[in-house]
């Protein structure tokens, strides 16, 4: 099995729907990451977590939100999708003693 | 200026062959430089890790990190087809606590001619 394991895989959803993206991490790192990957911008981070009471902006926050609900699960939610979200999302984890980090296989996103 | 510049290639070898690539940035805070390997439809598979100036080899692979030039670099000796991936260079400022993740260049797409 996958130490980071993201649901789904892939989903197409419509403009202004609601979405989560799950992430679950059986590497026991306290550290968590959503990253987005579009084609000629490489991958960014949307947010990360130190721990389930922390939770941090990165550099391309806006329209997302999350939520750690354990140290193993870390969700992002699009609140109301629009097609600029279209994008391969991955969840990451990382040892706070440790710079690398572990990615997941990646959730594609559709927005029509 | 982006912060770390990476040439999206694609870059075309035959097999056999001593890869080259590359990565340059501007902030001098990094401290952390990581190479990943991204498989077609895959998450990003971790590399090499290095701290320091210098060189670390593992197997095909040496990294290569250059401070004082700002620059770092990834060999690969005796490339083979399954080395056909996208590389991507990825860089850390030690904050002890404060702001965190990595920072990514944009990806290099390597093809291994059989």
């Known amino acids: 099995d996958a130490d980071v394991t993201q649901t789904p895989r892939n989903r197409i959803t419509k403009t202004g729907k609601r979405i989560m993206l799950e992430c679950s991490q059986t590497k026991g790192h306290d550290r968590m990451y959503w990253y987005r990957q579009d084609p000629g911008l490489g991958l960014r981070l949307i947010y990360y977590?130190?721990?389930?009471?922390?939770?941090n902006k990165g550099e391309i926050s806006d329209g997302y939100s999350v939520s750690r609900q354990a140290q193993a699960k870390f969700s992002l939610s699009l609140e109301s999708a629009i097609p600029n979200q279209t994008a391969l999302y991955f969840c990451a984890t990382s040892d706070p003693d440790r710079a690398e980090a572990f990615f997941g296989q990646g959730t594609r996103l559709t927005v029509v | 200026q982006k912060e770390v510049e990476q040439d999206p290639g694609p870059l075309s070898v035959p097999e056999g062959a001593i890869v080259s690539l590359n990565c340059t940035y501007s902030?001098?805070?990094?401290?952390?430089f990581m190479w990943y390997r991204q498989y077609s439809r895959k998450g990003p598979e971790l590399l090499m890790y290095?701290?320091?100036?210098g060189n670390k080899e593992d197997g095909r692979f040496t990294a290569q990190v250059d401070k004082s030039s700002k620059y770092i670099s990834l060999f690969i000796r005796d490339s083979q087809p399954s080395d056909s991936a996208t590389y991507l260079c990825a860089m850390k400022i030690y904050s002890g606590g404060g702001a965190d993740g990595l920072t990514f260049g944009k990806g290099t797409h390597l093809i291994i001619q059989p």
């Open positions: 290095t701290y320091s100036s």
């Open positions: 902030n001098s805070a990094f401290q952390y």
């Open positions: 977590s130190f721990d389930v009471k922390d939770i």
